[in-house]
């Protein structure tokens, strides 16, 4: 049975709060500048002279 609480909007923001930003403690071992700058060379961006949607950047 699903429980439905008149206040889960608030409930899942504070335990959102509680545990904090997941990109931030990712961060304290990865080097995502380093692993961008990797990716830019093994996948060079496509030329954009036929025009499309551009890329989604790595930086």
């Not at 403690?25 to 949607?53: E, K, M, N, W, Y």
């Amino acid at each position: 049975m699903i429980k439905s609480s008149l206040f889960a909007s608030e409930e899942r923001e504070a335990k959102l709060d509680q545990l904090g930003d997941a990109l931030k403690v990712l961060g304290t071992h990865v080097d995502f500048t380093a692993l961008a700058a990797d990716i830019d060379r093994a996948a060079p961006r496509p030329s954009r002279a036929r025009g499309g949607r551009p890329p989604f950047p790595t930086d």
